[in-house]
């Protein structure tokens, strides 16, 4: 399934490819259209081709799976229709200019993906991506042994295919691509990037069920505002994330500000 992304780029603007493997290419395309990745593609900062195995199977009844060998429930993907799709998506890459390909499986048993993966992934944009959505009970060894460069797993949990985990590397990715972000979404960014979660955020209106916005944010003091987001973050990662803050090199107001939140954690607050 075509789903075109934007406009011609050159070598070193050129839009990232990246093709899906996967048997609900509708859920993809559609999903992809939506938010930041539909805006980016729109962009032509990268172009998203879904592919289906059944489309590449041989019988009359389009079959992509089988019972597993050594019995047991569920059914396995059979390796020679995905063969097929995966090898007409980088036939594609190759036929649209695109260097390289690089195969990822998305499966729980890959290695966690992280922000530095992410930003390598997008980084280079001369290699199309060949992402591979499992289902099923999962696919046929021998074809992640012959055609997968790369297993990925997005968290410690197993979902019903790999079109989700797909779309979420392929979201991931899309926020580092240049012109992909407006400012309000790279500071978010940034805040994750810096290795802290991000302060709380408030709207309107200023009381919600009897609830105030801190005053702070309602003060017009931008420095005092900063400092406010800085120490909230800061909080929060140490309560929520410590392993975030272990081996990360702090500022000196860093420092500072999580030693005032400790000594309150720990009831020694001394009053300014
Ligand atoms: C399922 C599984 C369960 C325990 C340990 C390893 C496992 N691998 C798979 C697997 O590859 N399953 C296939 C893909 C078929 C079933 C749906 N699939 C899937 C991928 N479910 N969950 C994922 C996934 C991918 C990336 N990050 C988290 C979950």
């Known amino acids: 399934m075509d789903t075109p992304g934007g406009g011609a780029a050159g070598p070193a603007d050129r839009a990232m490819r990246i093709d899906v493997v996967t048997l609900f290419p509708a ?4 999903a992809a259209k939506v938010g930041i990745t539909g805006r980016a593609a729109e962009r032509g900062l990268w172009s998203l081709r879904c592919w289906n195995p059944r489309d590449f199977a041989t019988d009359a009844h389009r079959t992509v799976d089988d019972r597993p060998y050594g019995g047991g429930p569920g059914m396995v993907m059979m390796a020679a229709p995905l063969a097929a799709a995966s090898a007409a998506a980088r036939g594609a890459q190759r036929g649209d200019g695109v260097a390289r390909s690089h195969t990822i499986y998305l499966t729980p048993a890959g290695r966690p993906l992280t922000h530095a993966r992410v930003v390598e992934l997008a980084a280079d944009r001369a290699t199309g991506l060949v992402l591979l959505a499992g289902r099923y009970e ?13 297993e990925i797993a997005i968290g410690d949990f197993v ?4 079109e989700l985990p797909a779309l979420m590397l392929i979201d991931a990715i899309a926020r580092q691509l240049p012109g992909a972000l407006n400012d309000a979404q790279s500071a ?19 009381i919600h069920e009897g609830a105030k916005v801190p005053d702070v944010l309602l003060s017009g003091h931008h420095e005092a505002i900063r400092r406010w ?13 410590p392993d975030l803050l272990e081996g990360r090199a702090l500022a000196k107001e860093e420092r500072e500000c999580l030693a005032r939140i400790r000594d309150v954690a720990s009831g020694n607050g001394r009053r300014k």
């Open 27 to 30: 859920m993809v395309a559609e």
């Open 138 to 150: 999962g696919i046929d060894e021998r074809l992640v042994e012959r055609e997968v460069d790369e």
């Open 159 to 162: 979902v019903s295919g790999g």
């Open 188 to 206: 978010v960014e940034e805040s994750f990037v810096a290795g802290l979660l991000d302060c709380p955020h408030y709207t309107r209106p200023e």
């Open 229 to 241: 987001r800085l120490e909230q973050s800061l909080k929060r990662t140490m309560e929520r994330r």
